[in-house]
């Protein structure tokens, strides 16, 4: 059995209780949808990865053998952002938008999480693992979830609600999902509305650049364990585009990146001491295709939390580092942080 896999729980699939399991060597994909693949790929731009074996469904209970082949690396670095840091990248960024060099810029930061730390009762063994997967697939129904282990990226276990490409036959769905609120008593503001605004009109553009004609669906709200975003839904006809096209062009969205697109991943890849890695990148299949958001990298001695946050001329720092850690929570609660 190889080493190398990718189990996934759609969001489709919750009332089976039944998961996908991809395996073998990881590929470039290179671009065919004859038959369901997986997909994964860092947020930098590389290419769009796959496995070379095929998929087989079966039970969440089934899937515990393949715990034994996780393979968890020793973390070396064992980082975190600290507040001072967080809260300084936020003013370089308010001055660049002060500036006009952007709209938005997504920041991220992680969060490190030691296995000694008797404070953290945190577990790293291969039952612990398949036990936080099974919570991640009974706690959050409507979201992506997934368990990818490979020799280059790691072991990442995450719970992403944010679709980047939904299949249905010769139509697609997108999302526009930005502004995050974390009390059940706050009201959207303009900060969010515009967050999701910057969102929404890419998300418009890319599809007319494509030729495609888009229904938009009225904004909403949707929650995702202690937070809430704003969202519309973007549908078309893509008979005549292929897959691949419409992935790479969605991608980055100003969600994770900012906006404009080229000008916030430069900004970024220069202030952000850190890798994100598969952090904001792409995870799914052939069939749908999600933002990775709210995930854990998970080493041999510890984990590194990741989170992110759209920083705008509105934007206050300490509501922004409370922000990121409510949405650590999601995936880290699991861990019995």
Not at 131 to 152: G, H, M, N, R
């Amino acid at each position: 059995m190889d080493n190398q896999f990718l189990i996934v729980r759609s969001p489709h699939q919750f009332q089976e209780d039944t998961v996908d399991v991809y395996q073998g060597k990881v590929i470039d994909w290179d671009g065919q949808i004859a038959e369901k693949r997986a997909l994964f790929k860092p947020w930098n731009n590389d290419a769009i990865k796959t496995f070379d074996g095929d998929v087989q469904r079966c039970k969440i209970q089934e899937i515990e053998p393949f715990m034994e082949h996780v393979s968890l690396k020793n973390a070396e670095i064992k980082e975190s952002t600290c507040q001072n840091e967080f809260s300084a990248q936020i003013g370089k960024i308010q001055m660049g938008i002060g500036e006009n060099q952007f709209e938005k810029v997504v920041l991220s930061r992680v969060k490190w999480i030691d296995k000694g730390d008797e404070k953290s009762e945190l577990e790293l063994d291969e039952k612990s693992i398949f036990e936080v997967f099974q919570k991640a697939c009974k706690k959050y129904e409507k979201s992506f979830v997934y368990l990818i282990s490979t020799t280059d990226f790691g072991t990442w276990l995450g719970a992403t609600p944010e679709i980047l490409v939904e299949l249905n036959h010769a139509s697609m769905r997108t999302m526009s999902l930005a502004g995050t609120l974390f009390d059940e008593n706050e009201v959207w503001t303009d900060k969010e509305k515009q967050e999701q605004s910057i969102t929404s009109k890419h998300v418009s553009e890319t599809l007319s650049a494509l030729g495609l004609i888009e229904n938009i669906s009225e904004l909403a709200e949707i929650n995702h364990g202690t937070v809430r975003h704003l969202v519309q839904f973007h549908m078309a006809d893509i008979t005549n585009v292929e897959i691949e096209k419409l992935v790479s062009n969605l991608h980055p969205t100003p969600a994770v990146a900012g906006y404009p697109i080229v000008e916030s991943v430069e900004f970024i890849k220069q202030m952000e001491t850190h890798e994100r890695e598969l952090y904001t990148g792409i995870i799914g299949t052939t069939e749908e295709v999600y933002v990775n958001l709210r995930c854990a990298q998970i080493f041999s001695n510890g984990i590194k939390l990741y989170a992110g946050c759209g920083i705008n001329s509105q934007s206050i720092a300490e509501r922004e580092w409370k922000e990121t850690e409510l949405k650590m929570k999601v995936i880290g609660d699991l861990f019995f942080i």
